[in-house]
């Protein structure tokens, strides 16, 4: 019944910037949380940032200080903003969120960090 649906991911330069976003569709009656995980090649699945419904965030340490989460409740979506990118960043980055009685998934947008 509820699906995310990501976009915004591509190819940029080091240093250079991305916003990401995933619109959450269908019966959602309630979102307690949104955000964002990423899978590098042969690397396990990580968190990147998260947003709960008290507009709590947290991020992981290596993203900290160049990665914003944000989610607007009136469009059911949310973004990830991404600044100063390094080759460490690529990934496929995949939507994820705690809505209603259930967690999703989105299918991922592959981001790619090179020169």
């Known amino acids: 019944q509820v699906q995310l649906a990501e976009s915004g991911g591509g190819l940029v330069q080091p240093g250079g910037s991305l916003r990401l976003s995933c619109a959450a569709s269908?019966?959602?009656?309630?979102?307690?949380?949104m955000g964002w995980f990423r899978q590098a090649p042969g690397k396990q699945r990580e968190v990147v940032a998260v947003i709960t419904s008290a507009n709590r965030t947290n991020y992981a340490d290596s993203v900290k200080g160049r990665v914003s989460v944000f989610l607007d409740n009136a469009k059911n979506t949310v973004y990830l903003q991404m600044n100063s990118l390094k080759p460490e960043d690529t990934a496929v980055y995949y939507c994820w969120g705690r809505l209603s009685q259930n967690e999703y998934w989105g299918q991922g947008t592959q981001v790619t960090v090179s020169s």
């Open positions: 269908g019966s959602i009656f309630r979102i307690y949380a």
